[in-house]
């Protein structure tokens, strides 16, 4: 079992599914699995085209456990992320909307911080905010 659960709801966002996942194989911080779940309609889902099975599968070559399901009816984002979040088994989860794109160090810093602090939740900014000088 991983540290991290990276969660993805996503309908409807192929390109921008394949642009996180990209950004995944990025990170500093790689003790963590991938979950995505689709409320795509069966006519439009497109989790089994060769670029997400691409990025599925360089995931998989690093050591992380993807996993791809489809979550129907569509009950609103709040629902999805629940779902989401029941499949997870991972002391710290995080959710990530399937269209942003990480910086490297995003998920390292966000665990350094939530285990410094010791709070329950931390969130930041995709990319880092630097001070314009």
Request: aromatic share 8%.
């Amino acid at each position: 079992m991983a540290l991290v659960d990276v969660l993805i709801p996503t309908f409807r966002r192929k390109v921008g599914l394949a642009v996180v996942l990209t950004s995944l194989l990025g990170q500093t911080f790689t003790d963590f699995d991938v979950t995505v779940s689709s409320q795509t309609e069966p006519e439009q889902y497109y989790l089994d085209n060769v670029e997400i099975e691409t990025l599925v599968q360089a995931l998989s070559l690093r050591g992380h456990r993807v996993t791809l399901l489809r979550h129907l009816p569509r009950r609103g984002l709040a629902e999805h992320r629940q779902f989401l979040l029941e499949q997870s088994r991972a002391p710290y989860v995080h959710f990530l909307d399937d269209d942003v794109l990480l910086e490297p160090r995003v998920m390292e810093r966000m665990l350094g911080v939530i285990r410094y602090e010791g709070c329950g939740f931390v969130g930041c900014p995709a990319i880092e905010l630097r001070a314009a000088i």
